[in-house]
């Protein structure tokens, strides 16, 4: 009986993929089969100290390890799936493929030694409006890949900002310069870190928080995103 009410209910609200929007099987999750094999992914991460974002932060900040899942294109799949996770109240997209990732990362040496994964931060204001921060999902479900801790309460955002969707570089580093705030510093003395965003474009938000985090005795600082501009 359980079994012909789930088909029926399948039947009236039908299941599509986060990323292509095709129906989904009984035995797929978010995303279809075809998108499971045929997302954009990078593999950045197979070699995070000279991938192309690790490169693009290259006399910026320093940085222990750098990668993103998937690289993004404007009006494609990727795009979609971030718009869900972002502005649709769909979190459990962000926490699905971070800890698909995680699980990636624990594998290779570079990225097992991580002690904290933090989020970037929204302000108070802009959290409450749009219900959560996109990030948070993301790192738990890295954490939880990885197999270490996760924490929204490290880094903090204080000021409001702009949305920084039409600024250019330099105009994203300067909306976000002294935005960024730590609440326990001793928490992450000598600790590495893994700072996480759902898309890097500049790196401006990246590069602010990292400096923050780097000016405590110790700290190490990796990131990873869902997604990344830079090719």
């Known amino acids: 009986m359980l079994n012909w009410f789930n088909n029926l209910f399948h039947l009236l609200f039908p299941e599509t993929c986060v990323a292509c929007n095709r129906q989904l099987q009984h035995h797929e999750g978010l995303l279809c089969l075809y998108c499971q094999h ?10 995070p100290i000279d991938n192309p ?33 972002k502005y649709k109240n769909r979190p ?20 097992q030694t991580i002690d904290w994964v933090i989020p970037v931060p929204l302000h108070p204001a802009k959290e409450l409006k749009r219900g959560y921060n996109q990030s948070d999902p993301l790192a738990k479900g890295l ?16 000021t409001y900002t702009e949305s920084q969707t039409r600024k250019g570089r330099f105009a994203r580093w300067v ?6 705030d ?3 510093p001793e928490k992450i003395r000598g600790k590495h870190l893994l700072l996480v965003d759902d898309v890097i474009t500049t790196g401006a938000t990246i590069e602010a928080c ?20 830079v090719k």
């Open 92 to 111: 459990d997209i962000g926490e699905a493929i971070g800890k698909q990732y995680g699980e990636q990362l624990a594998k290779l040496p570079d990225w």
């Open 175 to 180: 909306n976000v310069e002294t935005v960024f």
């Open 210 to 229: 990292a400096q923050k985090l780097l000016a405590i005795e110790g700290v190490k600082v990796s990131v990873v995103s869902i997604a990344c501009v």
């Open 53 to 85: 974002i690790a490169k693009h932060f290259w006399g910026r900040v320093p940085l222990q390890n750098t990668a993103a899942y998937l690289h993004f294109s404007k009006g494609g799949r990727v795009q979609h799936l971030i718009h869900l996770l």
């Open 182 to 184: 730590l609440i326990d």
């Open 38 to 47: 045929d997302l954009p992914y990078t593999n950045f991460h197979t070699h």
């Open 143 to 158: 954490a939880d890949g990885l197999g270490t801790a996760w924490s929204r309460d490290i880094l903090v955002r204080r």
